[in-house]
C-alpha cells in the first residue's frame, strides 16, 4: 500500500486501445463517452463501460456515483444523451428507447423487487406478452411444458409452474425473471442489486445460475453493495463515484482496500482539523456505560450485536453503504424494533418497543432521510422544533405558546438557524436549515444518548463545519453521540472511537489510535486485513 | 396595496369563502327574496336561516370528515350509513309511544351515540391497526350500516310519536334559531378547544403529512387516527339523532343517504387537501354551509329534486376547479408574465 495512494497500477486504460475495434475480442457491449445530465447534476460524465461475453461483471459505487443511470441509459429507462453504445451482434449503434425495447435486443435487467405479476402463474410468468398459440389460442399445454424444461435448466423442478408466482420465496420469483431472460435469448443479463432481499442459501443458488449462464456465454452485469459478494462471484468490476468512471479491473487484481478507497475517493476538503485543539486524551471507556447493547438484532437488517457506550464520547459507525450502519442505529432506538438482544441503559433492563420508549430514556434520533423520515415540511419551524419534547411530554400537557416559542427561538439561536419567521412552513427552508431544525428539535429534548445519522449529507461545507463543531461541544458537556457518516474524513475528525460494519453485522471496532484512513478503509473492505497490518 | 391583496388572496379560507359569497350573490339576483328573515311566533323564517338549518347535520359531519381526512389521508364512507344507525337506535328505545319514552330521553341519545362511537372504533380499527386502506375498510359499515339499522327496527319504520323528541330537528320553544344551529355550533367550539388546548391538533396534521417522521418523534401514529376515526363516528351519531328528529322516525334506508359524499366535498370545498395534513375545521363548515346554500338556492329556483345533482355538479366542478393546484398555477403564471413584458416594453 505504501507509496501506492494515489497511483493505482491496477486500474489500467487497455480499452482505449480498441475503441471502435468490436470484434477484437470477446467484447459483448461497449459502452463509450456515456454523458447525461439532469437539471443541475451530472450524472454520467464521460463513462466508458466494456462488458465480455462470459463474466460477471460487477459495476461499483456509492450512492449517486451514477450505476443506475448507466443501467437505465443502456436499458432505455433514460435517454441516451451524448456517448455510443455497440452490442456485437449487430452491427450499427444501439440506442433503446424502453426497457421493452431493450429485451427484444437481448438486454434483460432482474431488478430487486421483482416486477412480475404475483396472481399469474409461473409459466404465465415467462410467457407474458409471447405466449405460445394454438388455433388463435393460448397453447397453455406447450407453455407450461416449455417452462417446466427452463425451469429444470436452473435446477428448479421443484417448481409448480401452474402455481401462481405469490407461493413462492423472493428467490424463486428471481429465478422465473432470470428464466424469463433466459428464454427470451438475453446476451446482457443485468443484475440490480438482486440480493439484498434474499437468504444467504439462496443467495449462492443465484450465483450457481449466474455462473452456469456465464458458461453459456452470457455477460452478466451485477449491482451490489455487498464486497463479500463482489469477491465471491465477479470476475471484472468497474468503479464509478460522482459520475465519473475511476476504472476497471480484473477482480483478482484488485484488493479490497483500493477497491473501497475508489469507491469511496479521498475527500480532502479545506475543513480545518477541528477536534486536535483540545487534545487532552480522555479515556471514556470506563465507570458505567450509558447504553450496554447485547445482541440486540433485527431479522433482515441486523445481525446480532454488542456494544457499549459511555457518557462523553463520540463513537462513529463505519461501513459502506448497505452494511448495517444505520440499521444498527434504528435498533437500539427502537425505530426497527429489535427481535433479539437486551439493551440496557445505564445498568438498568429497558424494553423498547417504540421510538417513544427510547426517548423517555433520553434518546434522540436524527435519521438518514430527512426528507422521509425527519422533517414536517407543511408544519411550521416553531413546531418542527417543539414537536419531540411535546410527543414526549403527553398529549394532554402541551407546551403554552410562549414555551414553544422560547425554545424554538432559543435554539434557533444557538444552532445559528437562518429563519424569517418562526411560524413559516419549515419546507420553505434550505436542505441545510432543516437539518439544523431537525437537531434543534432533539437537543430542546436534552437527551443523553444522541444518534446522527449522515447529519452533513447535502449540506454546505460551513454549515457541515458548524455540525462537527456542534457534536464535539455536545460531548464535552457529557451527552454521548452516535455519529454515521459516508465521509471518512469527517468520521476521523469528530469520533473518538469507530465501530465498523460489514454485509449487516459489526465487524469490529477501531480505537483512537487505529483510526487511520487506510486502516478503516481496511477495516471497512475486510477479508485482507491481516495482510495490510504486516 | 398588492401586498395586502396577495396576503387576502393567500389566505386559506379566501376561496372556499368567495365561493359561499358567488352562491348568495347569485341568489340575490335570481331571488329577490332570499335574504328576507320573517319572524313568526317568535322564531325566524327565511331562506337564509333554511340553510343554517339544513347544514347543519353536514357540518357535523364534514368536522369528523376533516380529522379523519388530515390524519389518514383516506375518506370514511360509512358516515351516512352510521347515521341510519344510530337513528334506530335511538328510536328503538324510545318507542312509538305518544306519551312517555321506554326510557329517559338522554339514555336513549347517549345509547345511539354509544352506536355511533362503537361503529367509529370499528373503521378506526381496521384502518389504524390493520392498515387498511380508509374507502375500503369504511366501505363494509357503508354496505353493512344500513342492514344493522333495518335489523334493529325490524324491517319497519319506527315513529317516535312523543312531541318532546321533534325539538332536537327543530326549534326549542321561545328560541329563534333552530335547535341543529346550535348543537352543530357547540360541537364545532368544542372540536376547536380540544385540537388547540391539547397537541391534538398538531398530532394529527404531523401524522397526516409524515406518518414516518411522526413515529420517529414518538407519536403513536395508530392510536391518533384511531381516535379520529372515533370522533368520526361520535359526529356521525349525532347528525343521525338531529336527522332521525326531523322526520320523528328512523327510515333505515333513507336518513343520511348519499350524505358522505356531501361531507368529503364540504372538506374539500373548505380548502383543505384530501392528501391529508394541514387542515382547517372552520373551512370545512363554510364548505358544508356553501353545498346547503347551493342546494337551497336550486330548490328557490324551482329546480326539481332528480334535477338537482346535474345543476349541483356543474358548480362543484367550477369551484373545485378554481381551487386546484393546476387553476393557480396558471393564474399566477399570467401574473407573473404582466410584469416580464412590461420590462420588455420599457
Known amino acids: ?534 | 396595496m398588492k401586498k395586502t391583496l396577495k396576503k387576502i388572496t393567500g389566505f386559506q379560507l379566501f376561496l372556499p369563502i368567495v365561493a359561499l359569497i358567488l352562491v348568495l350573490l347569485f341568489n340575490m339576483i335570481k331571488t329577490p327574496d332570499f335574504f328576507k328573515i320573517t319572524v313568526l311566533n317568535g322564531t325566524l323564517y327565511g331562506f337564509m336561516i333554511d340553510i343554517i338549518n339544513r347544514a347543519s347535520e353536514l357540518a357535523i359531519l364534514a368536522i369528523g370528515m376533516t380529522l379523519v381526512v388530515a390524519s389518514s389521508a383516506g375518506t370514511d364512507i360509512s358516515v351516512g350509513a352510521v347515521s341510519a344507525v344510530t337513528a334506530a337506535i335511538i328510536c328503538f328505545s324510545l318507542g312509538p309511544d305518544q306519551q312517555n319514552y321506554q326510557m329517559p330521553y338522554l339514555v336513549g341519545i347517549l345509547l345511539g351515540l354509544l352506536g355511533g362511537v362503537l361503529c367509529g372504533m370499528w373503521n378506526g380499527l381496521l384502518v389504524a391497526k390493520m392498515r387498511i386502506q380508509p374507502m375500503v375498510a369504511t366501505l363494509i359499515l357503508f354496505t353493512a350500516g344500513r342492514g344493522i339499522s333495518q335489523l334493529i327496527c325490524s324491517g319497519q319504520i319506527i315513529h317516535v310519536e312523543k312531541e318532546s323528541y321533534r325539538i332536537l330537528g327543530s326549534f326549542i320553544p321561545k328560541v329563534p334559531l333552530p335547535t341543529p344551529v346550535f348543537v352543530a355550533a357547540a360541537l364545532a367550539l368544542v372540536t376547536w378547544l380540544v385540537l388547540k388546548k391539547t397537541a391534538l391538533g398538531m398530532y394529527i396534521q404531523a401524522v397526516g403529512i409524515n406518518r414516518r417522521a411522526g413515529r420517529l418523534i414518538g407519536i403513536n401514529s395508530q392510536l391518533i387516527i384511531f381516535m379520529t376515526y372515533v370522533y368520526c363516528g361520535l359526529c356521525s351519531g349525532i347528525a343521525g339523532a338531529i336527522m332521525s328528529s326531523r322526520i320523528a322516525a328512523c327510515d333505515a334506508n333513507n336518513i343520511g343517504l348519499n350524505i358522505e359524499l356531501d361531507a368529503i366535498l364540504a372538506v374539500a370545498l373548505g380548502g383543505n387537501s384530501l392528501g391529508g395534513g394541514k387542515f382547517s375545521l372552520l373551512g370545512s363548515i363554510i364548505g358544508a354551509i356553501t353545498i346547503q346554500a347551493l342546494t337551497t338556492s336550486l330548490y328557490a329556483m324551482h329546480v326539481t329534486a332528480d334535477q338537482l345533482p346535474i345543476y349541483k355538479a356543474i358548480v362543484v366542478v367550477i369551484i373545485v376547479t378554481l381551487q386546484s393546484a393546476e387553476f393557480r398555477k396558471w393564474i399566477s403564471s399570467l401574473q407573473g408574465k404582466r410584469p416580464v413584458k412590461a420590462k420588455a416594453a420599457s
Open chain 1, 1 to 534: 500500500m505504501a507509496g501506492g495512494k494515489d497511483h493505482l497500477p491496477f486500474f489500467s486504460n487497455e480499452f482505449e486501445n480498441h475503441f471502435g475495434n468490436l470484434n477484437m475480442s470477446n467484447e459483448l457491449l461497449t459502452m463509450r463517452h456515456i454523458s447525461k445530465s439532469f437539471p443541475g447534476v451530472v450524472a454520467l460524465n464521460n463513462v466508458d463501460f466494456t462488458l465480455r461475453s462470459g463474466e460477471i461483471h460487477a459495476l461499483m459505487g456509492e450512492n449517486g456515483a451514477g450505476k443506475s443511470t448507466l443501467i437505465k441509459v443502456l436499458t432505455g429507462v433514460e435517454e441516451l444523451e451524448e456517448g455510443e453504445i455497440r452490442v456485437s451482434w449487430l452491427d450499427h449503434p444501439l440506442i433503446n428507447h424502453s426497457p421493452q425495447e431493450a429485451q427484444l435486443n437481448g438486454i434483460s435487467t432482474v431488478y430487486q423487487e421483482v416486477n412480475l405479476c404475483p396472481n399469474l402463474s409461473v409459466a404465465e410468468n415467462i410467457f407474458i406478452g409471447r405466449e405460445p398459440k394454438k388455433r388463435g389460442m393460448i397453447d397453455w399445454k406447450a407453455m407450461n411444458d416449455n417452462s417446466r424444461k427452463i425451469l429444470r435448466s436452473l435446477n428448479l423442478s421443484q417448481v409448480d409452474v401452474t402455481k401462481s408466482l405469490e407461493h413462492y420465496s423472493i428467490a424463486i420469483q428471481q429465478m422465473v425473471a432470470i428464466a424469463r431472460a433466459i428464454d427470451i435469448e438475453s446476451k446482457i443479463l443485468i443484475f440490480d442489486e438482486p440480493t439484498s432481499s434474499l437468504e444467504e442459501q439462496e443467495t449462492e443458488k443465484l450465483f450457481q445460475i449466474m455462473n452456469q449462464l456465464k458458461e453459456k456465454g452470457v455477460g452478466i452485469i451485477f449491482i451490489t453493495h455487498f464486497l463479500e459478494q463482489v469477491y465471491e462471484v465477479s470476475d471484472r468490476i468497474t468503479v464509478l463515484r460522482n459520475g465519473e468512471l475511476v476504472g476497471e479491473s480484473l477482480t483478482k487484481d484488485l484488493p479490497r482496500v483500493q477497491l473501497v478507497a475508489k469507491m469511496l475517493g479521498k475527500e480532502f476538503n479545506d475543513l480545518a482539523a477541528i477536534k486536535k485543539e483540545t487534545k487532552e486524551k480522555v479515556n471514556h471507556t470506563k465507570g458505567v456505560p450509558l447504553i450496554d447493547a447485547r445482541n440486540l438484532g433485527h431479522r433482515g437488517t441486523i445481525k446480532p450485536f454488542s456494544l457499549q457506550m459511555y457518557p462523553g464520547e463520540v463513537v462513529g459507525l463505519a461501513g459502506l453503504l448497505g452494511s448495517g450502519r444505520s440499521e444498527l442505529a434504528r435498533t437500539i432506538y427502537g425505530a426497527d424494533k429489535p427481535d433479539s438482544g437486551e439493551l440496557f441503559v445505564n445498568t438498568k433492563k429497558v424494553k423498547i418497543n417504540a421510538p417513544i420508549d427510547a426517548m423517555k430514556e433520553r434518546m434522540g434520533y436524527l435519521p438518514e432521510d430527512r426528507k422521509e423520515e425527519g422533517i414536517i415540511n407543511d408544519l411550521s419551524v416553531k413546531e418542527n422544533i417543539f414537536i419531540a419534547l411535546q410527543a414526549r411530554q403527553g398529549m394532554l400537557k402541551p407546551l403554552s405558546n410562549k414555551e414553544q416559542t422560547q425554545l424554538a427561538e432559543k435554539y434557533i439561536k444557538l444552532l445559528n438557524i437562518k429563519v424569517a419567521n418562526i411560524d413559516s412552513p419549515v419546507k420553505q427552508l434550505s436542505g441545510g436549515n432543516q437539518q439544523k431544525v431537525i437537531l434543534a428539535r432533539w437537543l430542546s429534548t436534552q437527551p443523553d444518548f444522541l444518534i446522527l445519522d449522515e447529519p452533513t449529507r447535502g449540506i454546505d461545507v460551513g454549515t457541515k463545519t458548524e455540525i462537527q463543531k456542534l457534536v464535539l461541544n455536545l460531548a464535552e458537556e457529557g451527552m454521548a453521540i452516535m455519529f454515521i457518516s459516508s465521509e471518512i474524513d469527517e468520521m476521523i475528525r469528530t469520533v473518538s472511537r469507530m465501530i465498523v460494519l460489514r454485509d449487516r453485522e459489526k465487524v469490529g471496532e477501531l480505537s483512537e489510535e487505529e483510526m487511520t484512513q487506510d486502516h478503516i478503509m481496511a477495516a471497512i473492505a475486510g477479508g485482507e486485513r491481516d495482510e495490510e497490518d504486516a
